[in-house]
């Protein structure tokens, strides 16, 4: 499990529930939230990496070096990524998704202060 923030120019993003389950169906994919935690569930039957962005992918939500979603940079706005509180640094489509990290995504023209470095994740997680 992982647990992300996204804040778009300074204010926090709630992340929708269920994503990647389709209870219609019956269905559900490796990679999936239950709730608006924003904890992030990785269970596969094939022990395989994940991406972060398999996860917006599977969101339908558009994530790249430069945009997430409709937020794109530009000369004054900027998209960083954090891991644990540390900058990544590369595409961080490839970030592979490990357990228990915090991942932190900021898009804007103000650098943000006081980045998330962990989570408490509850029991089982």
């Not at 939230?33 to 924003?38: A, I, L, P, R, S």
């Not at 790249?64 to 595409?91: M, Q």
Request: aromatic share 10%.
């Amino acid at each position: 499990h992982q647990h992300i923030d996204i804040f778009i120019n300074g204010a926090k993003i709630d992340i929708p529930p269920e994503i990647g389950i389709d209870d219609a169906e019956h269905y559900i994919t490796p990679i999936h939230v239950h709730d608006t935690t924003g904890v992030i569930h990785v269970e596969s039957p094939v022990v395989t990496t994940f991406t972060l962005g398999q996860f917006f992918d599977v969101w339908g939500v558009r994530f790249s070096a430069s945009c997430i979603g409709g937020y794109c940079t530009d000369d004054t706005n900027t998209l960083r990524v954090w891991v644990d509180g540390k900058p990544y640094e590369g595409d961080p489509r490839m970030l592979a998704l490990a357990t228990h990290q915090e991942i932190v995504i900021a898009y804007g023209s103000t650098p943000m202060k006081d980045v998330p470095q962990s989570y408490t994740f509850g029991p089982g997680l």
